[in-house]
């Protein structure tokens, strides 16, 4: 993803877990444009789990059962102060030409 261009998506740790005790098999999981769920049988797996995009919780909202689950926002919040995630998300975006404000 162009956003992560200068840090490996991979080491960010977001993405969702299914308690398949809970998942009801209703599919809105499979609502989410990014391909990270595959249906296989008659369950959803998270298959693709890091093109999952950083910060969404879009499926856990729409699933029936709240059998979707992400880590601790908290954590993702120190990880981007840590590592200064967004000022290398903004030199990807000036390099896009999507973002005009100066520093
Ligand atoms: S959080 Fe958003 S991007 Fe990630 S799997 Fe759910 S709907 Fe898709
Ligand atoms: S949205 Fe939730 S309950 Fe529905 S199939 Fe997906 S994981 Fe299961």
Do not use: H
Not at 61 to 78: H, N, V, W, Y
């Amino acid at each position: 993803m162009a956003w992560f261009a200068e840090y490996p998506r991979e080491k960010i740790e977001w993405y969702p877990t299914i308690d398949e005790d809970k998942c009801v098999k209703c599919g809105m999981c499979m609502n989410c444009g990014q391909k990270v769920y595959k249906w296989t049988g008659d369950v959803p797996i998270v298959a693709n789990p890091y093109k999952c995009v950083v910060g969404c919780t879009t499926c856990a909202t729409l699933c029936q059962g709240k059998a979707i689950s992400f880590p601790d926002k908290e954590a993702l919040r120190e990880l981007y102060k840590k590592e200064g995630i967004w000022a290398k998300v903004k030199k990807g975006l000036k390099e896009e030409g999507r973002l005009e404000v100066t520093d």
